[in-house]
């Protein structure tokens, strides 16, 4: 079945540094995909999105890019701050399907 | 104002109690989720509907039935609870075209005791 994997958190950085998230996806179409983020204590609010192969969705600082060939939609940002500090979720979704599977979500800290 | 609202925002209660979370959105949305976290992050779906419609119901127990009055309103209510109920409950909802993704409310922390 269709399905989502992200790497394993926590990811612990300092403040300024380079973040990469991996998200791997497996599915028998063209997704669209998604980036959620969690704040401590809320909901999810979507990030970024992307819906077709090559897209680039971008948000915030934050970038991904659908990637068809290796099935992967790596979220990143150039330097991150205390404040993005949350839990981070990669979702796809076909239309069809009615709804959206996520991943097992990421938790980002980052230290001043 | 808020886009997805419920209610309550914590919900302490004994096993085997009844109890109901409301979610309400006033975003003119045409579908309505139900998904629940639990204590390791991990979302799984649980119910959509469409227009007042049923179209997911994925592996529940009956003790967890939605009720969905109009198509701004998707409440739920849970029967005998138990303690493996305890988890976040979150409420979504989405345009018929759901490229544009869903829009959470800040969910329902649930603890059985």
């Known amino acids: 079945g269709d399905s989502v994997t992200q790497m394993e958190g926590p990811v612990t950085l300092s403040e300024e540094a380079f973040l990469t998230i991996n998200c791997t996806y497996t599915?028998?179409?063209?997704?669209?995909l998604f980036w959620y983020v969690q704040y401590p204590g809320e909901g999810l609010q979507l990030l970024l999105k992307?819906?077709?192969?090559?897209d680039k969705g971008s948000n915030k600082g934050f970038e991904a890019t659908y990637r068809k060939e290796t099935t992967s939609f790596h979220l990143e940002k150039g330097s991150v701050q205390v404040s993005d500090s949350a839990v981070y979720f990669c979702?796809?979704?076909?239309?069809?399907?009615?709804?959206?599977?996520f991943g097992s979500g990421t938790r980002l800290s980052i230290r001043p | 104002d808020t886009a997805v609202s419920q209610t309550p925002k914590y919900l302490v209660t004994q096993m085997g109690n009844d109890k109901s979370i409301k979610c309400e959105q006033n975003l003119g949305h045409d579908t309505m989720y139900w998904y629940k976290q639990d204590s390791k992050k991990f979302l799984k779906i649980m119910f959509s509907?469409?227009?007042?419609?049923?179209?997911i119901n994925e592996t529940v127990p009956n003790r967890f039935s939605p009720k969905s009055p109009d198509k701004a309103h998707l409440n739920l209510h849970i029967n005998s609870l138990e303690l493996g109920d305890s988890a976040v409950y979150f409420c979504?909802?989405?345009?018929?075209?759901?490229?544009?993704?869903?829009?959470f409310g800040s969910g329902t922390r649930l603890t059985v005791v």
């Open positions: 992307a819906t077709k192969a090559d």
């Open positions: 599915a028998t179409g063209y997704p669209s």
């Open positions: 979504a909802s989405s345009r018929l075209s759901e490229d544009y993704g869903y829009t």
């Open positions: 979702a796809l979704l076909y239309s069809s399907a009615s709804k959206i599977i």
């Open positions: 509907y469409n227009n007042k419609e049923l179209i």
